[in-house]
């Protein structure tokens, strides 16, 4: 091996160690010492995009889908400014193809449906809007929902595969090697 290689080595080594780090330090009470707040609660939050004073979430319902069911989310809209507000609000569902074990390259997330609505809230107001998609969940894909308004996005959920968490759980390689096909 040359130098050259054990230095693109050991530099990967070094970025991925920090990277890993880093989203260990992300971890929101998830190892609190003061112990206020549950880890399970705080693994179980939505994530939030905060716009104009008004938070975006999304949540699945149900959490988990199998390919062909068509899943629903559901956008709650907090306002806490002492305003009203109005928003236009996008939601989509990407899908990202689980990779085969052969792959090269990361697959590319590609936009599968979408819905815009224009949200108003008065002072203080929380509401919340079921959304039901019409795409189907594609067979061995990966699917998130993204919220958008404005310049801002975010990440909102992403649905697990229910195969793959059961062949991972049961170290089921037959299982994990189709999948990868």
Known sequence: MRLNDLLVVAG????????AL????????????????????????????????????????????????????????????????????QVAMMTTAIP?????SLPVAREAWSQSRCVELAPGETRSFELSTDVAVPEGSMVSFVVRSGDASLVGATLPVPALIEAVAKEDTAVLLKAAQ
């Open 12 to 19: 990967t080594a070094a970025v991925t160690i920090a990277l």
């Open 100 to 104: 085969s074990l052969d792959d090269r």
């Open 22 to 89: 880093g989203a260990w330090g992300l971890m929101p009470a998830a190892f609190a010492a003061d112990g206020e707040g549950d880890a399970a609660d705080a693994a179980k939050a939505p994530p939030v995009l905060e716009v104009d004073g008004v938070a975006l979430s999304l949540e699945p319902e149900p959490k988990a889908y199998k390919a062909g069911e068509k899943p629903v989310v559901v956008l709650k809209t907090v306002n806490a400014t002492s305003q009203a507000v109005k928003l236009d609000v």
